[in-house]
């Protein structure tokens, strides 16, 4: 039987599976990413990572990483949480284990996740959101990630309000200064996502407000997505997604305010390890 490796690359941990090739996990490794110890360390932990996991009948292996890369010449440019630089990491690994190797960013493996193997498996046109510390997405297109001329889907640096705060993208306003971690610590004020999570569960009104302001903002840009694109479905991941209940009343009532129509289906992640089954579907997307 044939198999796949997914490789799920984070600034804390590196996730690597052996995949079979309707999406079931047959072994998995996990180590920590050590990025104080440099590109070779990180490298050399990836490799082992996919040492642990590999069979003979491996076909390929797909690599999921923060951005921003270069998918199509599988270079890592300059990431925040990892230390690569410029990095030709695809060509590393290629030359290392003798497969077909592919990279792209977490986002879009998140979402090529969801539409091979999801909540999207059965549309056309699937948009994948992730919210964690910031606002990442992704769009497939019959099962196929969309790149424009590279940099496609960076939907969280789209304005919601243009006399909002400035991002760390320079602009002003972004979808991910109003929502995910940062929108959620910056309309609560001083404290960390979790503890105020864990305030809203305890019915602190302040909180409760924090995550119905950041739910509406979130409205609104999914609004603007959908006028863009009219995707059948858009999925949403990421830790932040596990406080769905605290946020998604009021997102929907953003969304239902503004769209003129019937809006598409916005529904929360239920993928276990998404990040790896996306990594490992870049195999099947190139197939």
Not at 35 to 47: A, D, E, F, S
Not at 118 to 131: D, F, P
Not at 243 to 272: D, G, H, T
Request: glycine content about 10%.
């Amino acid at each position: 039987m044939k198999h796949i490796i997914g490789v799920d690359l984070g600034g804390t941990n590196i996730k690597t599976a052996l995949i079979n090739l309707d999406g079931k996990i047959m072994k998995k490794y996990e180590i920590k990413t050590e990025t104080k110890k440099g590109t070779n360390q990180v490298t050399k932990n990836i490799i082992k990572t996919i040492e642990k996991v590999k069979t003979k009948n491996v076909i390929g292996i797909g690599i999921g990483s923060p951005g921003p890369l270069d998918y199509k010449k599988g270079i890592i440019t300059k990431p925040v949480n990892l230390p690569f630089k410029n990095t030709p990491l695809r060509k590393i690994i290629q030359k290392k284990f003798r497969l077909p190797v592919f990279l792209d960013n977490d986002a879009n493996c998140f979402t090529l996740a969801e539409a091979v193997f999801g909540s999207g498996k059965n549309y056309e046109n699937v948009a994948g959101i992730t919210l964690g510390t910031g606002f990442g997405s992704g769009i497939t297109i019959n099962k196929k990630i969309y790149h424009g001329r590279n940099n496609a889907a960076e939907l969280g640096h789209m304005t919601i309000n243009y006399n909002g705060p400035k991002s760390r993208c320079k602009n002003h306003g972004c979808i991910e200064t109003h929502v995910a971690a940062r929108g959620i610590t910056r309309i609560f004020g001083k404290s960390d996502p979790y503890s105020i999570y864990k305030l809203a569960i305890k019915g602190n009104k302040k909180a409760i407000k924090t995550y119905n302001e950041m739910g509406y903002y979130l409205g609104i840009g999914l609004t603007n997505i959908i006028y863009a694109l009219d995707p059948d479905i858009i999925v949403i991941g990421g830790k932040i997604s596990n406080s769905w209940k605290l946020f998604s009343k009021s997102m929907n009532k953003a969304v239902k305010e503004r769209y003129f129509q019937n809006p598409c289906k916005i529904l929360p992640s239920k993928l276990k390890e998404a990040g790896i089954l996306g990594a490992a579907a870049l195999v099947l997307e190139k197939k």
